[in-house]
């Protein structure tokens, strides 16, 4: 069953705001933080729906935290396929976001 747009936009909406949450929280309460991205993978299953892709390459595929410029670097890197990658500190994970042209 596809969700209605109507529940999948409060969805979305409660996505960003435990986000901005997440955010808040990551240094002064990182397990709270965590918390929040949890629920937000909860949400986003639950109702069938995409965390939004900007959100979503924030979140640390490996250890699911909230990737923060003190937590992780990034690198451009113009291999083959240029892509941004982004290394988490906490579990070692390397993102890599392909940049497309245009
Ligand atoms: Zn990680």
Redesign the pocket.
């Given at each position: 069953m596809m969700p209605d747009r109507v529940t999948s936009n409060i969805a979305t909406e409660r996505i960003r705001i435990l986000f901005k949450l997440a955010e808040e929280n990551i240094t002064s309460h990182p397990t709270r933080s965590k918390r929040y991205i949890d629920l937000i993978r909860k949400i986003a299953s639950r109702n069938r729906i995409h965390i939004p892709k900007e959100l979503k390459r924030r979140i640390?595929?490996?250890?699911?935290?909230l990737?923060t410029p003190s937590?992780?670097h990034i690198r451009i890197r113009h291999t083959r396929e240029p892509h941004v990658a982004i290394t988490?500190?906490?579990?070692?994970?390397v993102s890599r976001i392909p940049l497309r042209r245009r």
């Open positions: 640390c595929r490996g250890c699911k935290n990737l937590n992780s988490c500190h906490n579990c070692g994970h």
